[in-house]
């Protein structure tokens, strides 16, 4: 998944990684073997990433 806020979080304002879980409030992705867990008001973007 590719995942673009609104507002940087360290410093980054894009993310790519595995969707690992998801709800109605919170967005989980695996990037380079950490979980991180976006809340959704701050996803701006969210869309699949394909790795060829």
Same mark, same amino acid.
């Given at each position: 998944?590719? +995942?673009?806020?609104?507002?940087?979080?360290e $410093? %980054? $304002?894009?993310?790519?990684?595995?969707? $690992?879980a998801?709800?109605?409030?919170? +967005?989980?992705?695996?990037?380079?073997?950490?979980?991180?867990?976006?809340? %959704?008001?701050e996803?701006?973007?969210?869309?699949?990433?394909?790795?060829?």
């Open positions: 998944m590719e +995942v673009r806020l609104y507002r940087a979080r $410093k %980054r $304002k894009e993310f790519t990684g595995m969707l $690992k998801f709800d109605g409030n919170t +967005v989980t992705i695996e990037e380079e073997g950490t979980e991180i867990i976006f809340e %959704r008001p996803i701006a973007l969210i869309r699949l990433a394909f790795d060829f």
